[in-house]
C-alpha cells in the first residue's frame, strides 16, 4: 500500500478529508475510496482500510455530538436494526473490480451532492418516522454499505433531512453511529470471508484521526467551511470520472 509513488501526497490529503467529513458526522469512508481510487489503490485494500478508518473517524464525531446532547435514540435503532445484519451480508460478497468501480462511483455522486448543500437541506419541519421507512432504507444503505466499504452515513444523512425525520445536528450524530456500527458489521463480514487488513492500514488510521478529531470538535459546535467542502466536492467529482472510466 505506502509503496504507492505519491504515497506522501496521500497522507498529506488524509486529514483533511477526515477533518471534512467528521464536521459533519461523518467517518469519510466514501472520500477514502475516492482518494484511494486517484491514488489508484487496488479495491481489495480499498474496502476493509476504509471501513477500518470509519471506525475511529466516526467514533470520535460521535462521541462530540454525543456529549453536545443531539443524539436520538429512537431514530438511529429505526435505521440500524436492519443495516447491521445487512452490512455484515454485503461484506462477505466478493464483487468484480470494475463492477465495484461503477457502483462506488454512483454512490460518490451522494458525497458530492450533500458537499455542495444540494441534497438533504435543513428544515423546521420534523415528522415522526414509521419503522417500516427507516427498516426499509436502513437495510438498503446497510447492505451496499458492506458490500462497497462505506458506512452509508452520506446517504442517510442527506435522507434524515429530505424527509424531515431530523434537524442537522441530530442527523449528523445519528448518521455517525449508523457509520460506525455498519462498518463494524460490514468489516466482520470481511473478516470472515477471508479479507485481511494490511498493517500499513493502522497508519493511516493515525493520519486519518488527527482530522478525526478537530473535524468532530468544531463540527458539534459551529463550523461550516463551505469553501473547504466545494474542494473536496472537486476531488470527489474527478474520483468519480476515474471510477467510471478506468
Known amino acids: ?3 504507492n509513488e505519491n504515497i506522501y501526497l496521500f497522507l498529506l490529503i488524509l486529514p483533511i478529508v477526515s477533518f471534512l467529513y467528521s464536521s459533519v458526522g461523518h467517518g469519510g469512508a466514501s472520500g477514502y475510496l475516492a482518494l484511494m481510487a486517484l491514488f489508484s489503490f487496488a479495491p481489495e485494500i480499498m474496502k476493509p482500510t476504509a471501513l ?14 454525543f456529549k453536545g446532547g443531539y443524539f436520538n435514540k429512537k431514530l438511529f435503532l429505526t435505521f440500524a436494526l436492519a443495516s447491521i ?7 462477505t460478497i466478493d464483487i468484480d473490480a470494475s463492477i465495484y ?9 451522494f458525497a458530492i451532492l450533500k458537499m455542495l448543500n444540494i441534497f438533504g437541506k435543513e428544515s423546521n419541519t420534523i415528522k415522526d418516522i414509521k419503522l417500516w421507512q427507516g427498516l426499509l432504507v436502513g437495510g438498503i444503505i ?7 466499504g462505506i458506512g452509508g ?4 444523512t ?14 449528523a450524530a445519528v ?9 463494524a458489521s460490514g468489516l466482520i463480514g470481511q473478516l470472515s470471508s477471508g479479507v485481511t487488513i494490511e498493517k500499513e492500514s493502522f497508519l493511516l488510521v493515525a493520519i486519518a484521526l488527527i482530522g478525526g478529531i478537530l473535524g468532530g470538535y468544531y463540527g458539534s459546535k459551529k463550523i461550516n467551511n463551505q469553501n473547504l467542502r466545494y474542494i473536496l466536492a472537486f476531488v470527489l467529482i474527478i474520483a468519480c470520472f476515474k471510477l467510471f472510466f478506468t
Open 1 to 3: 500500500m505506502l509503496q
Open 52 to 65: 477500518l478508518l470509519n471506525l475511529f473517524v466516526a467514533g470520535i464525531s460521535f462521541y462530540y455530538y
Open 85 to 91: 445484519p445487512l452490512a455484515f451480508l454485503g461484506g
Open 101 to 109: 468501480k461503477k457502483i462506488l462511483a454512483v454512490l460518490l455522486v
Open 142 to 148: 446497510g447492505f451496499f454499505s458492506g458490500l462497497i
Open 153 to 156: 452515513g452520506i446517504i442517510l
Open 158 to 171: 442527506p435522507l434524515i433531512l429530505l424527509f424531515h425525520w431530523g434537524n442537522m445536528k441530530e442527523a
Open 175 to 183: 448518521s455517525a453511529l449508523f457509520i460506525w456500527v455498519n462498518s
